[in-house]
């Protein structure tokens, strides 16, 4: 899971750019990107850590132009301790692309070796960005081959790159000389939207993101969602151009933004992220009424932050009282999204801190929005009980996490996680130490969000019932993932420099 953006202005770009992924922060926090293009020069620098930590002003003055991509980085393919896979990723042929990506491609190694065989393209790191960047230098360089480069050649380029790539993906790119091109995959898996604002001079200025909270944050005002399969072009002059370039396209978004990923801020395919939260706070108030005894249950308590919509209004569906008991520290990440299991587990008890006097002498009923590997909620239950707590009582706002998510989501194989082999909800209050665990079921996951927007015939809920909606997962694919998951990482040789510079490309 990534976050990316891209602004084309008559103003230069590089600082709204920074602000849009800080306020894009909470997609990943791995490694942050910038490039921008000033006249037919590229500008670019990209490190390891927080925004706030990668861009320092003399990394910023050197990001000069008018139009610029930039990245926010979560590892779900590549190397996670490698600063070479971190975005935005660039080629000189054809006419120098810069190019970011969010999603995950499931053909990505059969792709590498038909670029190295028969389109005589090198793929440098293993990230699947590289590779589909170098699909889509491939077909802009086939149709530029008999004619300038236009709205049409673009559109035709993107065609073909739908025909040859599996997975999800929502792109953004800058073609040095002719404008900014965004697209997204034939189901929409991830999000994209884009929105216009007006310059000093008159002139519109147009940003394209993963989120609509960082066109309300800097000024712009959100037009539409870019639909699955479609593309956006705005060349040099600032004509705008959209066009559907997949055949049979359907949105099928993932249910884990609403769930988890996304702010609560931004609206995504027509769902707001705060009132889908609310909504699964009600299909599950529904669920723990059959399966718990409320008599028993003293007050509701959120697991900072993503859950807490959900937990106010199901405290309210059921008549219970509602009460914060942890205290987040904001200055540490987000555990999910952390790479390693030890790192997760350590950062459990620094990211939060439990008030004993909202605990002693009570039965609890903790809310979380998922339950993954159950490291987290393993702790934070050993936390409720040493702050007095009488019982513990789980309720997850999704369903059981089941099966391996391929589209973008650091969920590779079921080895990893807590229900991987369908463990029910006795095994899991069992080995989480709880009294007892509530799961969302599947048909009010889906049902929530059909509330929230009855048009979208179906979302991607792969890791709660194993359907993998663009039809491109097989055993084989899912073993490989495995096998590659628990082969050990490259050793960091002694030499590998740890300050990138700025580039000039």
Not at 83 to 103: L, M, R, T
Not at 120 to 144: F, G, Q
Not at 175 to 182: D, E, M
Request: net charge negative; glycine share 8%.
């Amino acid at each position: 899971m990534c976050g990316i953006v891209a602004i084309m202005s008559g103003e230069p770009v590089n600082q709204r750019l920074y602000d849009a992924l800080l306020l894009l922060q909470h997609r990943g926090q791995d490694a942050a990107g910038i490039a921008t293009l000033d006249g037919l020069s590229f500008h670019m620098y990209k490190a390891m850590g927080l925004v706030r930590d990668v861009f320092r002003t003399r990394n910023m003055r050197d990001l000069t132009g008018t139009m610029g991509v930039g990245q926010v980085r979560y590892p779900t393919q590549g190397c996670a301790s490698s600063n070479q896979e971190s975005q935005p990723f660039y080629v000189n042929a054809p006419f120098g692309i810069v190019f970011a990506h969010n999603g995950n491609l499931t053909n990505a190694e059969a792709l590498a070796q038909e670029l190295y065989e028969t389109d005589r393209r090198h793929i440098n790191t293993t990230s699947d960005s590289e590779v589909l960047l170098n699909v889509l230098a491939t077909e802009i360089s086939r149709v530029t081959l008999t004619k300038k480069l236009d709205a049409d050649g673009v559109f035709e380029a993107v065609r073909q790159v739908h025909k040859r790539v599996k997975g999800s993906y929502a792109v953004v790119a800058l073609i040095a000389g002719k404008g900014l091109l965004a697209f997204r995959d034939p189901h929409g898996i991830r999000p994209l939207c884009f929105g216009k604002a007006t310059d000093a001079t008159g002139k519109t200025e147009y940003m394209v993101s993963s989120e609509s909270l960082t066109m309300i944050g800097t000024g712009f005002s959100v037009e539409r969602d870019v639909a699955p399969g479609e593309a956006i072009w705005i060349d040099m002059k600032g004509n705008f151009e959209a066009r559907q370039c997949a055949e049979d396209a359907q949105l099928n978004p993932c249910a884990f933004e609403y769930v988890y990923f996304a702010r609560p801020d931004s609206t995504i395919d027509g769902i707001n992220v705060y009132g889908a939260r609310l909504k699964l706070g009600e299909y599950l108030a529904k669920t723990i009424r059959e399966k718990l005894d409320l008599s028993e249950i003293d007050v509701v308590m959120p697991i900072p932050d993503s859950s807490r919509p959900c937990a106010q209004q199901l405290a309210q569906e059921l008549g219970l009282p509602y009460r914060e008991g942890f205290i987040k520290n904001r200055y540490v990440g987000r555990t999910f999204i952390m790479p390693g299991q030890a790192v997760r587990k350590k950062s459990v008890r620094q990211k939060l801190n439990a008030m004993p006097v909202e605990f002693e002498g009570k039965n609890i009923l903790l809310v979380d929005d998922s339950i993954v590997r159950g490291t987290t909620m393993r702790e934070i239950i050993r936390m409720t009980r040493e702050s007095g707590a009488k019982k513990v009582f789980v309720a997850s706002s999704a369903p059981r996490v089941m099966y391996p998510n391929v589209y973008g989501i650091d969920m590779p194989t079921k080895s990893e996680l807590l229900c991987g082999d369908g463990k029910d909800e006795k095994e899991v209050a069992e080995i989480l130490g709880a009294d007892a665990v509530v799961y969302q079921t599947l048909e009010g996951l889906k049902g929530a969000l059909h509330d929230m927007n009855p048009a979208i015939p179906a979302f991607d809920c792969s890791c709660f019932d194993g359907v993998y909606v663009a039809n491109d997962v097989t055993e084989e694919y899912l073993a490989r993932l495995d096998a590659a998951r628990k082969a050990p990482a490259p050793a960091k040789r002694e030499d590998d420099e740890d300050e990138p510079q700025a580039t000039t490309l």
